[in-house]
């Protein structure tokens, strides 16, 4: 539980050393910023700690369902990905339930254990995946607003 204090103080010290930029997040309204609330919660942690956060969040999720119509399934983050291009290298995690999931059996699994090396690698490569996607999709959505606007 330390260990998991002491990232919530890396996240704020973060957040004060760069204060002019914005916390972007693909459904982080719904998904995300509820989860921080609860993990400070079970920490025994203030739920003001998460303000800087909260005042500087994007959630680019909600910015494109209120103004942006594509020809997606979902307006899930893999789908605006696909229709846009983004290739991913992961392949074993297959969202961010199974994400949780996975993250789950890996704290289970023993120290030494091939497997959870493995797993590791394949975790990280989801959240590396995660995190090019969702720059690559806010990118284009800016250039959807922009070429709305000449």
Do not use: C
């Not at 919530?8 to 973060?14: G, P, Q, S, T, W």
């Not at 704290?107 to 720059?135: F, T, W």
Request: without cysteine; hydrophobic residues 40%; aromatic residues 8%.
């Amino acid at each position: 539980m330390q260990e998991q204090k002491e990232g919530v103080d890396a996240l704020i010290r973060f957040l004060a050393r760069n204060r002019d930029l914005p916390v972007v997040t693909w459904a982080g309204k719904s998904a995300d910023l509820p989860a921080l609330r609860r993990h400070l919660k079970r920490l025994k942690l203030e739920p003001e700690r998460l303000q800087p956060l909260v005042e500087r969040h994007v959630d680019a999720f909600n910015y494109a369902w209120r103004g942006l119509r594509l020809p997606v399934p979902w307006l899930n983050l893999k789908d605006v990905e696909q229709y846009i291009g983004v290739k991913r290298a992961s392949r074993e995690v297959l969202d961010g339930l199974d994400a949780v999931s996975e993250y789950r059996r890996y704290r289970r699994l023993p120290a030494a254990s091939p497997k959870k090396a493995a797993l590791r690698e394949e975790l990280i490569a989801y959240n590396r995946d995660d995190l090019r996607g969702l720059v690559r999709v806010v990118e284009r959505l800016k250039e959807f607003t922009h070429a709305g606007n000449t």
